[in-house]
């Protein structure tokens, strides 16, 4: 399907493994390539899964503050077993025993994620505070779709795919196109320090700013 010709047309950002999960429904799908710089092992694989797979996260980036927030994690939790020593366990615990909204006070460092709660219907999709790795989604008919980069989105062939004009006009104007407009119609990219949260049972979708300078 096209979430598999996605993963194939990311391989240059994650030339170590790839990974990929979809929900027994079908209706949801996360796919990632991985560039391995925390924990080599087959423990910091992604997706990565938690209380039966009902939990996952994909993350691009990195958390620099991974072995702090562990602590935090074992001093105010019960919780002491870890599979292995990526940053990308360590977020998404936090973001378990936390919630969304602590975890983005505490974590530092530059990343883009997905977490997804399939049994609370909950889907967030974050962009780091100053936007160092992008982020493009598109919201069409209660359904979204979202990447690193637009050409993996647009694997997806039933799409359209169109000229936004008013991008156009500033990329004319100003060299580059501004956030959160994206050069094809319908297309956007997550601005920095925003995140989106998405119900799956209702088709439901929310941007907020959680971080300003």
Request: hydrophobic share 35%; glycine share 6%.
């Amino acid at each position: 399907n096209w979430l598999h010709r996605a993963i194939k047309k990311l391989s240059h950002r994650g030339p170590d493994d790839q990974g990929c999960w979809i929900s027994q429904n079908k209706l949801v799908g996360f796919g990632h390539r991985r560039l391995s710089i925390n924990d080599l092992s087959e423990s910091g694989s992604q997706p990565m899964s938690y209380k039966n797979k009902s939990i996952q996260l994909i993350l691009n980036g990195e958390i620099y503050n991974n072995f702090e927030l562990r602590k935090y994690i074992e001093l105010n939790t019960s919780f002491k077993n870890w599979k292995g020593t990526s940053d990308t366990e360590t977020l998404m615990m936090l973001i378990v025993f936390f919630g969304i909204d602590k975890a983005l006070e505490k974590i530092k460092g530059m990343f883009a994620f997905a977490f997804l709660d399939e049994s609370n219907s909950d889907l967030y999709i974050v962009r780091d505070r100053v936007g160092e790795k992008p982020l493009f989604y598109i919201y069409e008919k209660g359904t979204i779709r979202f990447a690193s980069e637009l050409k993996a989105i647009l694997e997806d062939k039933l799409l359209n795919k169109k000229i936004d004009i008013q991008a156009l006009d500033c990329y004319l104007a100003f060299g580059y196109i501004p956030s959160s407009l994206c050069i094809l119609k319908n297309f956007n990219k997550l601005e920095p320090g925003n995140l989106i949260h998405y119900k799956l049972n209702t088709g439901e979708i929310k941007k907020r700013q959680y971080w300003n300078i």
